[in-house]
């Protein structure tokens, strides 16, 4: 039986940058899923078995820490993996996001191919 491919969640409010980092992730073996708010990010995650999720800090409605602190509470969630996307200088969201057990930070504007190959670690390895 085959096993079928990773969701992954990506979560910003702006489309480019969507588009950037689903475009950085084409060579993942995985399905995108996208959200526009924090908000929809969690309703996303708590319908679907999402395997790992990017953030985007500033987001329309919750932000991605508020997001990914309702996460950490909800005991199904609280071990999914999450990449953090924030702007340059934000030292104190990078000190949070340890905090909550944040895989991985990129600055913008972040490599594609950085991003892709964290994202493959961060994925379980395929079964047989």
Do not use: C, W, Y
């Not at 950490?72 to 924030?86: A, F, G, K, Y």
């Amino acid at each position: 039986m085959t096993q079928p491919a990773p969701l992954i969640l990506i979560a910003d409010d702006e489309p480019h940058m969507l588009r950037l980092v689903g475009f950085s992730l084409k060579s993942v073996n995985a399905t995108l899923l996208t959200a526009t708010s924090g908000l929809d990010a969690l309703k996303i995650i708590r319908e679907r078995p999402v395997t790992l999720a990017i953030f985007d800090v500033h987001m329309k409605d919750i932000d991605g820490l508020t997001a990914l602190r309702e996460l950490r509470q909800d005991p199904v969630h609280s071990n999914l993996p999450v990449i953090l996307l924030t702007g340059a200088g934000e030292t104190h969201i990078e000190e949070q996001g340890r905090a909550l057990g944040v895989q991985a930070f990129f600055r913008k504007p972040f490599s594609p191919a950085q991003l892709a190959a964290r994202v493959r670690e961060l994925l379980p390895a395929p079964t047989a």
